[in-house]
Nanobody, 129 residues
């Protein structure tokens, strides 16, 4: 069983930065996808960024060039560096993991594949104008 715990959310002004962390309970072996999702009040949950077991990344258009996803395998931790934050980035942010077929995994595959099987409890990000 994989457990995920997010941290690093908070309140910032527009233009500011935050770094989210997602601690994974155990080392992930094999082929997998890790992702950040977000959900704003009254809106559907949406994918923000993904990274596969080989380190390939993929970003939603809304965050491209502002957000950076990365992982530290030695620390079993996933990160999301968020720069140039906008009020529309306000949402609950969740990290998630799914194990994927080795011959299919890629950044783009990780962005579209559903469902993700393991989820954290979320961390709130609020950006004021």
């Amino acid at each position: 069983q994989v457990q995920l715990v997010e941290s690093g959310g908070g309140s910032v002004q527009a233009g500011g930065s935050l770094r989210l962390s997602c601690a994974v309970s155990s080392y992930l072996y094999g082929s997998y996808c890790m992702a950040w999702f977000r959900q704003a009040p009254g809106k559907e949950r949406e994918g923000v960024a993904t990274i596969d077991s080989n380190g390939a990344t993929y970003y939603a258009d809304a965050v491209k060039d502002r957000f950076t996803i990365s992982k530290d395998n030695a620390k079993n931790t996933l990160y999301l560096q968020m720069d140039s934050l906008k009020p529309e980035d306000t949402a609950m942010y969740y990290c998630a993991v799914v194990f994927a077929p080795t011959d299919r995994v890629s950044g783009a595959y990780c962005y579209v594949t559903r469902p993700y099987n393991y989820w954290g409890q979320g961390t709130q990000v609020t950006v004021s104008s």
